[in-house]
């Protein structure tokens, strides 16, 4: 009996695919420095070790994926060093029963010290095309999440999970998704909690897609997102909106949508949300119709010695304060570009702005940053970057300017198991 079911696991293992990955990043970083202790010095200095291991079985039309990258940064070397530990895990399953049908289902967990005021992205293990915000992470091209009034570093926990659906049955140029998820994340205790309040809740959206030609496509799409704070606050938004993109020309694409979300929203009655209006009594639901407008050209330049893919983007819609809880329409502005100079050596460069609009009172930020890769082998590259940030916050008394410069190692390996 016992033989007979280990010659079954082993044939259904030799009958799999089952590759691995595995990698180790190594940063050293300085940065300026957010320490609130008065001899703290103005320049700081991190280092960071990262491995990765990911392993993949495809076996028919199903594909499973595990993803685990810890991160261990010594930072402040230079002064009082001190060890933070984050771990980072992804699991994503794929399954395609049939043609022009396909469901995934992903889940992506954080947990430990992260900081939120350096420049630090999280280890990018894989985009997830499904939940590209991920968990939680710095806007793109990097940056604070959002100032913090107090410490820098929190306990963190962060979980994400979403399950998601895409069929072309409907017709030849006909495109149907659908995405339901559930989010957690915040600081874990006390104090953690008083710098990130723990929001969860559930969010589902569904998009029909269709192809007016091989250049164009025309895009409806609804979406709700429900979210309650540890704060008492609480907020629901549904949004609906109309795109159209499409390609102007062989190197130039536009892209273009318009839309509404109603955004019904509960402040906090503990006074850490200040009132959106004044006279306005902390705990009372309000109710508003907020503008959710796209408009984005990409453009490509090729070249044999610095092929050119770029993009402006501008972006209005509602945008919920993680410290605050507080709904408010914002814009955001962006810009990015990347060279491929040899197919070894790559650059790119990022630019961005957000602030809110329509009267509405929110965090201002502008942020910049370059970043190179030059591939030495198969197995090994090396990363600069550098960025900087600028930040005003109604909450805080002044303004503050970031940035952060790195330099990174990366060895790789990958096969088969």
Do not use: K
Not at 69 to 82: D, Q
Not at 95 to 104: A, M, Q, T
Not at 299 to 312: E, K, M, N, V
């Amino acid at each position: 009996m016992l033989g007979s079911a280990l010659t079954a696991l082993w044939l259904e293992l030799s009958a799999s695919a089952i590759t691995y990955s595995a990698s180790v990043r190594v940063d050293s970083r300085v940065r300026s420095n957010e320490d609130p202790a008065q001899d703290a010095p103005s320049i700081a200095g991190d280092t960071d070790f990262t491995p990765i291991l990911g392993l993949e079985r495809t076996q028919g039309n199903t594909t499973l994926e595990l993803n685990y990258a810890p991160r261990i940064s010594l930072r402040e070397v230079t002064a009082e060093p001190r060890t933070e530990v984050q771990h980072v895990g992804r699991f994503a399953a794929r399954w395609r029963p049939e043609r022009g049908l396909s469901f995934r289902l992903s889940e992506e967990l954080v947990l430990g010290s992260v900081n939120l005021l350096t420049m630090d992205s999280l280890p990018v293990l894989q985009p997830d095309p499904d939940d590209p915000d991920g968990p939680l992470r710095p806007p793109p091209g990097g940056g604070p999440l959002q100032p913090l009034p107090e410490g820098d570093t929190v306990y963190f926990l962060s979980s994400a999970t979403s399950l998601t659906g895409e069929t072309s049955r409907l017709g030849r140029r006909w495109q149907l998704s659908g995405t339901a998820g559930f989010s957690v994340s915040g600081g874990l205790d006390g104090p953690a909690r008083e710098a990130v309040p723990m929001q969860y809740g559930p969010r589902m959206d569904v998009s029909l897609s269709h192809a007016l030609s091989e250049l164009s496509a025309l895009t409806t799409s609804a979406s709700t997102t429900h979210a309650r704070f540890s704060t008492g606050a609480r907020n629901t938004v549904v949004t609906l909106t109309e795109s159209w993109t499409g390609r102007m020309s062989r190197r130039t694409s536009l892209e273009a949508g318009a839309g509404a979300s109603i955004v019904h929203s509960i402040e906090a009655t503990g006074g850490v949300a200040p009132d959106p209006e004044p006279g306005t009594p902390a705990g009372t639901p309000r109710t508003e119709l907020l503008p959710n407008l796209t408009l984005a050209v990409g453009h490509r330049i090729p070249s044999r010695t610095a092929d050119f893919d770029g993009r402006l983007g501008l972006r209005v819609s509602p945008f919920t304060d993680r410290l605050t809880a507080r709904v408010y329409p914002r814009a955001d502005v962006t810009a990015t570009g990347t060279w491929v100079l040899s197919p070894r050596v790559r650059m790119s460069a990022t630019a961005g702005t957000a602030f809110a609009v329509g009267g509405a009172t929110g965090d201002r930020l502008v942020s910049g940053g370059l970043t190179a890769s030059w591939i030495l082998n198969s197995w090994m590259s090396v990363d600069a970057d550098t960025r900087g940030t600028w930040s005003r916050s109604p909450e805080l008394p002044a303004a503050r300017f970031q940035w952060a410069a790195a330099l990174g190692l990366s060895l790789r390996q990958t096969g088969i198991l």
